[in-house]
C-alpha cells in the first residue's frame, strides 16, 4: 500500500502565494517522476508542473515564471511553490509519482482545493 498525502491548499487572493506539499508513503522501492497538475469544474486534469528524480523540471506554459516545482528525496515529498496567483489557477490539485513497486506504478493524491480571488 502507498499512498500521496497533499497539504498547503486555500483560499488566496489574485497576486498572492501558497505553497503545496505532497508526501509519499508506504511500501516502495523508490520514486522515479513526481508532478502535480490540476483539474478545474468541467476542465479536463492537466499537468502543471513535474519533476524528475534527478531535479529536471517541466512547466505548462501558463504557469511558468510564477509557479517552481521542487522535491526533497529523503523525505519523498514534492512542493509546488505558486506565486502571482490569478483567479484562473483556481483548481483543484493532484500530486502523482511514479513508483517502483514491483514494477512501476502511478499513484494519485486525493486532491487539495487552491481557491484564488479576484
Known amino acids: 500500500q502507498v499512498q500521496l498525502v497533499e497539504s498547503g491548499g486555500g483560499l488566496v487572493q489574485a497576486g498572492g502565494s501558497l505553497r503545496l506539499s505532497c508526501a509519499a508513503s508506504?511500501?516502495?522501492?523508490?520514486?522515479?517522476?513526481m508532478g502535480w497538475y490540476r483539474q478545474a469544474p468541467g476542465n479536463q486534469r492537466d499537468l502543471v508542473a513535474g519533476i524528475t528524480r534527478d531535479g529536471s523540471t517541466n512547466y505548462a506554459d501558463s504557469v511558468k515564471g510564477r509557479f517552481t516545482i521542487s522535491r526533497d528525496n529523503a523525505k519523498n515529498t514534492v512542493y509546488l511553490q505558486m506565486n502571482n496567483l490569478k483567479p484562473e489557477d483556481t483548481a483543484v490539485y493532484y500530486c502523482?509519482?511514479?513508483?517502483?513497486?514491483?514494477?512501476?506504478?502511478?499513484?494519485w493524491g486525493q486532491g487539495t482545493l487552491v481557491t484564488v480571488s479576484s
Open positions: 508506504g511500501n516502495f522501492f523508490s520514486i522515479n517522476d
Open positions: 502523482s509519482a511514479r513508483m517502483v513497486r514491483g514494477g512501476i506504478v502511478r499513484v
